[in-house]
């Protein structure tokens, strides 16, 4: 496959100030299988893991980011894969509802936490797994299915946020939520403001997102493989895996600066950058 190459000479990025909820792993470990990437016959190293996560946490507060923090909680290894724990738009939270039996009390966990800081909180009647499948772009909603969240929940996000609300399915279960197949670069939306693996998406779905992001980044298998699409950013700064060099070279190449950060150890449960930050828009 031919990677993408931009059209035009690359345009001047600007960064916007973000607030972010993180959740510090002091309780991870990989103890069950809902996904490929896990596998709870291999050793995990919890300490390993916070201290990579302190270079994100780190790195955001460089950056300028407010970050804030819930409190993990013990037999909750996944809670520091804090995108799945709602939608915030608008200053309403809308709550996650999880698939798998082992992440389900999660969601109330962070639906209080939101409401303790002053979101309302729509609670889910769909299964959904907040922001690991429903990404904003300019003042439309992404939303993914076809592994984790129901299509059901896209109606919930229209009647709750008023907006579009656009369905794209995966069909790789290696890329199982939204997040790992396709980053938001520039979220004011623009036709280069997203990069992606076509690979994870439906015939349909590739549809849309070649029609609305023409200009888009399309990222090869070593990145993804990485979770490399698994980023956050500013609409400059792009915080990535470190692996995925290619990725960022393509960034470098668009006006973006990219930060590579190594996450290898919460790799191992199924989450890069962008399933430990979850944005909250007022």
């Known amino acids: 496959m031919t990677l993408t190459q931009p059209s035009t000479s690359a345009p001047e990025r600007v960064a916007t100030r973000r607030t972010v909820l993180m959740c510090?792993?002091?309780?991870?470990?990989?103890?069950?299988?809902?996904?490929?990437w896990m596998h709870p016959e291999d050793p995990t190293d919890t300490s390993l893991a916070v201290r990579q996560w302190e270079t994100l946490y780190a790195k955001y507060q460089e950056l300028g980011f407010e970050v804030q923090l819930i409190d993990g909680i013990a037999g909750l290894p996944d809670m520091v894969y804090a995108a799945n724990g709602g939608f915030v738009l608008d200053g309403i939270a809308f709550g996650a509802k999880f698939q798998h039996p082992e992440r389900q009390p999660?969601?109330?966990?962070?639906?209080?936490?939101?409401?303790?800081?002053?979101?309302?909180?729509?609670?889910?009647?769909?299964?959904?797994?907040?922001?690991?499948?429903?990404?904003?772009?300019?003042?439309?909603?992404?939303?993914?299915?076809?592994?984790?969240?129901?299509?059901?929940?896209?109606?919930?996000?229209?009647?709750?946020?008023?907006?579009?609300?656009v369905?794209?399915?995966?069909?790789?279960?290696?890329?199982?939520?939204?997040?790992?197949?396709?980053?938001?670069?520039?979220?004011?939306?623009?036709?280069?403001?997203?990069?992606?693996?076509?690979?994870?998406?439906?015939?349909?779905?590739?549809?849309?997102?070649?029609?609305?992001?023409?200009?888009?980044?399309?990222?090869?298998?070593?990145?993804?493989?990485?979770?490399?699409?698994?980023?956050f950013s500013d609409g400059k700064n792009v915080i990535i895996a470190s692996r995925a060099a290619a990725f960022e070279r393509q960034l470098r190449e668009r006006g973006f600066t990219p930060h590579g950060v190594d996450l290898s150890e919460l790799l191992l449960g199924g989450g890069g950058v962008k399933c430990c930050t979850l944005e909250l828009r007022r």
């Open 167 to 231: 369905t794209l399915t995966l069909t790789d279960p290696s890329f199982y939520h939204l997040d790992t197949a396709l980053a938001v670069l520039d979220p004011r939306g623009g036709s280069d403001s997203i990069a992606f693996l076509p690979r994870a998406f439906d015939a349909a779905s590739l549809d849309i997102l070649d029609e609305r992001f023409p200009d888009a980044i399309h990222v090869d298998d070593a990145d993804a493989a990485v979770l490399g699409l698994n980023s």
């Open 24 to 36: 510090r792993p002091d309780h991870f470990t990989v103890s069950y299988r809902i996904n490929p």
């Open 106 to 165: 999660e969601g109330p966990a962070y639906m209080e936490w939101f409401a303790d800081h002053g979101f309302a909180v729509a609670e889910p009647e769909s299964t959904n797994e907040g922001e690991g499948d429903f990404l904003l772009v300019g003042d439309t909603i992404y939303a993914g299915t076809g592994f984790r969240s129901d299509a059901a929940s896209h109606d919930e996000l229209r009647r709750i946020y008023g907006r579009e609300v």
